[in-house]
């Protein structure tokens, strides 16, 4: 069992910044990838972005140039920046993790004003 906790959500204007934050615990020793997805009112649950064991990182192209994930081991922690966020960013964000299965956050809400 894994257990995810997000924070650094909130309400920021259109070109502002966020940091989210998710700390992992539990069976953490075990995690292959981690990573964020969000869900806007009336949208599917997308990928944002994710961070392999590896390092390796993908992106969903909207969000590509604007947002970067990092890990700090140490810390058992995934970060999301947020740069240059937009109204259509609006969304609550999940943590996500795989750790012979798939494990999710409660989420944080991100509002974005024009």
């Known amino acids: 069992q894994v257990q995810l906790v997000e924070s650094g959500g909130g309400l920021v204007q259109a070109g502002g910044s966020l940091r989210l934050s998710c700390e992992a615990s539990g069976s953490i020793f075990s995690i292959n990838v981690m990573g964020w997805y969000r869900q806007a009112p009336g949208k599917q649950r997308e990928l944002v972005a994710r961070?392999?064991?590896?390092?390796?990182?993908s992106y969903a192209d909207s969000v590509k140039g604007r947002f970067t994930i990092s890990r700090d081991n140490a810390k058992n922690t995934v970060y999301l920046q947020m740069n240059s966020l937009a109204p259509e960013d609006t969304a609550v964000y999940y943590c996500y993790c795989y750790s012979g299965g798939g494990y999710w956050g409660r989420g944080t809400q991100v509002t974005v004003s024009s």
């Open positions: 961070m392999y064991n590896s390092g390796t990182t």
